[in-house]
């Protein structure tokens, strides 16, 4: 069974930092683009950061460029995201998604159009002023 599991997410004052986890077991990253989403109450969901292969180029949202980096652990099948300089603005519900990475031409694709699966269940950043 395919499944991602996003952990690291919580509650940290302006300027701190958080990394967050995305394990996936099922299948492994090999041949998959990642992909960091959020989504705020009121808003739509956002493509934080995506990669279309593991060692491929990323891509960053503008507004997480230079405070957000996305890295990954082959043996530990584990995509991370690390947060620095996190602003009330960044709080949100984030998700990870995957999907093949033969279905998209470049990281920035993935995160402008989000697979319908496989999706992790959603860890809660809050950032408080």
């Known amino acids: 069974e395919v499944q991602l599991q996003a952990s690291g997410g919580g509650l940290v004052q302006d300027g701190g930092s958080l990394r967050l986890s995305c394990t996936a077991s099922?299948?492994?990253?090999?041949?998959?683009?990642i992909g960091w989403f959020r989504q705020a109450p009121g808003k739509e969901r956002e493509g934080v950061s995506c990669?279309?292969?593991?060692?491929?180029?990323?891509y960053y949202a503008d507004s997480v460029k230079g405070r957000f980096t996305i890295s990954s652990n082959d043996a530990k099948n584990t995509v991370y995201l690390q947060m620095n300089n996190l602003q009330p603005e960044d709080t949100a519900v984030y998700y990870c998604?995957?999907?093949?990475?033969?279905?998209?031409?470049?990281?920035?694709?993935?995160?402008?159009?989000?697979?319908?699966?496989?999706w992790g269940q959603g860890t809660q950043v809050t950032v408080s002023s």
């Open positions: 998604a995957a999907w093949g990475a033969w279905y998209y031409r470049s990281s920035s694709q993935f995160c402008t159009t989000p697979p319908r699966r496989y």
């Open positions: 990669i279309i292969r593991i060692g491929s180029s990323p």
């Open positions: 099922g299948f492994t990253f090999d041949d998959y683009a």
